[in-house]
T-cell receptor
Framework: NAGVTQTPKFRILKIGQSMTLQCTQDMNHNYMYWYRQDPGMGLKLIYY???????DKGEVPNGYNVSRSTTEDFPLRLELAAPSQTSVYFC?????????????????FGPGTRLLVL | KQEVTQIPAALSVPEGENLVLNCSFT??????LQWFRQDPGKGLTSLLL?????REQTSGRLNASLDKSSGRSTLYIAASQPGDSATYLC?????????????FGKGTKLSVIP
């Protein structure tokens, strides 16, 4: 298994440009997440999905959009890039975010996409 | 809203020392508490997960404890090695908005000096 893969690894955008950050997992996980990490800060949740066709906002969703047409893929879209979106973006997945103790599992993270908006 | 705080922000120790990293959280209604390791330019790697009903978890030289009543968790690293140098993040799993979400601290950057 490749686990969680993200492309591209690094990208420079001009203000106002748009792009899609790709995330794919081959572990058949239902739950997927997008986080951003600013320098010296923890991760903040942007969007998450509990299965194909179902997405919901996290703590910092403004300026982003997501879709989940398949179990494997969870792309993150930036429509009008702004300098405030300069960050490192991480995608993660977990099989089933059960609340019962015997089924609790950690999240598996991709290597991240470093985005610079100038 | 859950808030997770990690102290200290950075720590430098000589090789071989035992050390403790601290994590505190404001809302004790958590499903679990997780510790991650992050190497520069890399993603996060899970180290330990402590369920809300547990008091501690161990993996090799790592031991994590959880005290929900006081809102605290600690990560104990025994006999530290230069390879342990990384940023350590703790995260609480909460039921925000009816789903399972992680709230992260800002991390503790550990440097182990040979």
């Amino acid at each position: 298994n490749a686990g969680v893969t993200q492309t591209p690894k690094f990208r420079i955008l001009k203000i106002g440009q748009s792009m899609t950050l790709q995330c794919t997992q081959d572990m058949n996980h239902n739950y997927m997440y997008w986080y951003r990490q600013d320098p010296g800060m923890g991760l903040k949740l942007i969007y998450y999905s509990v299965g194909a066709g179902i997405t919901d906002k996290g703590e910092v969703p403004n300026g982003y959009n997501v879709s989940r047409s398949t179990t494997e893929d969870f792309p993150l879209r930036l429509e009008l890039a702004a300098p405030s979106q300069t960050s490192v973006y991480f995608c993660a997945s977990t099989p089933e975010a059960s609340r019962t103790p015997q089924f609790q599992e950690t999240q598996y993270f991709g290597p991240g996409t470093r985005l610079l908006v100038l | 809203k859950q808030e997770v705080t990690q102290i200290p922000a950075a720590l430098s120790v000589p090789e071989g020392e035992n050390l403790v990293l601290n994590c505190s959280f404001t809302d004790s209604a958590i499903y679990n508490l997780q510790w991650f390791r992050q190497d520069p330019g890399k993603g996060l790697t899970s180290l330990l997960l402590i369920q809300s009903s547990q008091r501690e978890q161990t993996s090799g030289r790592l031991n994590a404890s959880l005290d929900k009543s006081s809102g605290r968790s600690t990560l104990y690293i025994a006999a530290s090695q230069p390879g342990d140098s990384a940023t350590y993040l703790c995260a609480s799993a909460d039921s925000g908005a009816g789903s399972y979400q992680l709230t992260f601290g800002k991390g503790t950057k550990l440097s182990v000096i040979p």
